[in-house]
Antibody
Framework: QVQLVQSGAEVKKPGSSVKVSCKASGGTFSSYTISWVRQAPGQGLEWMGRIIPILGIANYAQKFQGRVTITADKSTSTAYMELSSLRSEDTAVYYC????????????WGQGTLVTVSS | SYVLTQPPSVSVAPGQTARITCGGNNIGSKSVHWYQQKPGQAPVLVVYDDSDRPSGIPERFSGSNSGNTATLTISRVEAGDEADYYCQVWDSSSDRVFGGGTKLTVL
């Protein structure tokens, strides 16, 4: 049974960067798409971007263009989301989610990674 | 920009039927997916492509989509169904792929 296992919680200073990982445990990425979604405290879900690991092609939500980089390492079936120039409003739980294809449902989610931005 | 509109809250008594709507311009022409999120947990897909259920999701969960409204229907509601529910579509004109979410309260 494939699971998406994310890295642990992070505390970061404003202006710094954070890199969150998402490993497909018990399987590989194959031709899946991996999306990243975040959720600020008490708020709804917000899509940040996605990558097709076997192609290395990523696209990003306009809101995060220039601040987010999504990459993937096929050899370890691990995806990464790096967010730079952090501010307090970036405090959120960050989720990775697997899709069968680009414009399909997010069928499998990671457990989430809490990123706290505080001075 | 494509906007998905959900009611902030829906309340229903146990055993009754809950209907959660998701409004969007001509949403009937799109595939709608629904997620359930309980406090402190990651979202779980409960309906995909308007009306299909993933393996392990009870038949009590069903979906429909027509015109400008998609609907998630939960029959014979149980206390364990209390959660936030989000609709989601992909639209090339928008990065806002999720609705604002609906809190389902079981009375």
């Amino acid at each position: 049974q494939v699971q998406l296992v994310q890295s642990g919680a992070e505390v970061k200073k404003p202006g710094s960067s954070v890199k969150v990982s998402c490993k497909a445990s018990g399987g590989t990425f194959s031709s899946y798409t991996i999306s990243w979604v975040r959720q600020a405290p008490g708020q709804g879900l917000e899509w940040m971007g996605r990558i097709i690991p076997i192609l290395g092609i990523a696209n990003y939500a306009q809101k995060f263009q220039g601040r987010v980089t999504i990459t993937a390492d096929k050899s370890t079936s691990t995806a990464y989301m790096e967010l730079s120039s952090l501010r307090s409003e970036d405090t959120a739980v960050y989720y990775c989610a697997r899709q069968t294809q680009v414009d399909t449902a997010m069928v499998l989610w990671g457990q989430g990674t809490l990123v706290t931005v505080s001075s | 920009s494509y906007v998905l509109t959900q009611p902030p809250s829906v309340s229903v008594a146990p055993g009754q039927t809950a209907r959660i709507t998701c409004g969007g311009n001509n949403i009937g022409s799109k595939s709608v997916h629904w997620y359930q999120q309980k406090p402190g947990q990651a979202p779980v897909l409960v309906v995909y492509d308007d009306s299909d259920r993933p393996s392990g999701i009870p038949e009590r969960f069903s979906g429909s989509n027509s015109g400008n409204t998609a609907t998630l229907t939960i029959s014979r509601v149980e206390a364990g169904d209390e959660a936030d529910y989000y609709c989601q579509v992909w639209d090339s004109s928008s990065d806002r792929v999720f609705g604002g979410g609906t809190k389902l309260t079981v009375l």
